[in-house]
């Protein structure tokens, strides 16, 4: 059992808003390319390659929904991020914190201490509900880009997952072109008299990328882990810790930022 598990974790995302990014080539040519790579290479096997949206439809007809050139433009911007581990945990609110249940329990194919690292809890007073926790999953996703172009997250709103996840996943946006860092899965558990399910090799989000043409095709590729990037990923890690609200270090990042940090791997 893990109980009374509370660590105060990064927040998925900031509200604040951040300055118009800068017109670039890429508006020209009306297409953008950003770059994904792993944080860690510890264990990184785990991680599946994030895949475009692929919806299966079993009708040709050319006034089917799945021919809608509406839908399909809508379906081909996105990009689904599968679940690296199987989860299923029981929750129950107390007047002093909550008592957090492992169902999975030795048959579990990951450790108590290891799950424990993976799922982390907000401390109580950082909910946005009281009586509605927030748990945060932290992957190893990195996006960048050399475009001014913004990571939206969302719920894995092409996968049908019945009662399996009783609350919202809380979604965010920021530049990663100046912000190249890793995901966090955030999750706000809205009915806490059903579990909370999640299995290995189910999408867990999806992405997607926005630029200052909104018409503009994204081309997702496997970035290089270059010394340049690193050194500048390793720059902003950790600041949520010390400031609060990291929208405002945008400008400072946007002026340090190497001119080039996104080298697709060959």
């Given amino acids: 059992m893990l109980k009374n598990l509370f660590s105060k974790g990064s927040h998925a995302q900031e509200p604040e808003a951040a300055a118009a990014p800068q017109a670039s080539a890429a508006a020209e040519s009306r297409g953008y390319t950003v770059g994904w790579l792993l944080k860690t290479d510890e264990a990184s096997i785990i991680w599946d390659t994030p895949r475009p949206v692929r919806v299966d439809a079993q009708s040709n007809d050319p006034r089917s929904v799945a021919q809608c050139p509406s839908v399909l433009d809508f379906d081909r911007r996105h990009f689904v991020v599968n679940c690296p581990i199987d989860v299923h945990l029981r929750l129950k609110l107390t007047a002093t914190g909550m008592d957090i249940t492992n169902v999975l329990a030795d048959k579990s194919p990951i450790r108590a201490e290891a799950l424990q690292r993976w799922i982390v809890f907000q401390p109580r007073h950082e909910w946005r509900n009281p009586q509605r926790p927030v748990l945060q999953m932290l992957t190893s996703y990195v996006f960048v880009s050399d475009d001014p172009v913004y990571v939206n997250q969302y719920p894995p709103i092409f996968h049908y997952a ?12 920021f530049p990663i072109d100046i912000w190249p860092r890793a995901l966090m899965w955030a999750f706000e ?4 008299t059903k579990d909370l399910i999640l299995r290995r090799g189910e999408p867990l989000f999806t992405v997607r990328f926005e630029g200052p043409d909104p018409s503009a095709n994204v081309r997702l590729v496997e970035a290089t882990k270059t010394p340049e990037l690193e050194s500048y990923m390793t720059s902003i890690t950790g600041v949520t810790e010390i400031v609060g609200q990291t929208y405002s270090l945008f400008k400072n990042a946007r002026e340090r930022r190497p001119e080039r940090l996104l080298v697709p791997k060959k």
């Fill in 189 to 192: 558990w809205h009915d806490t």
């Fill in 162 to 173: 019945g009662d399996n996840r009783p609350g919202v996943q809380i979604g965010g946006r």
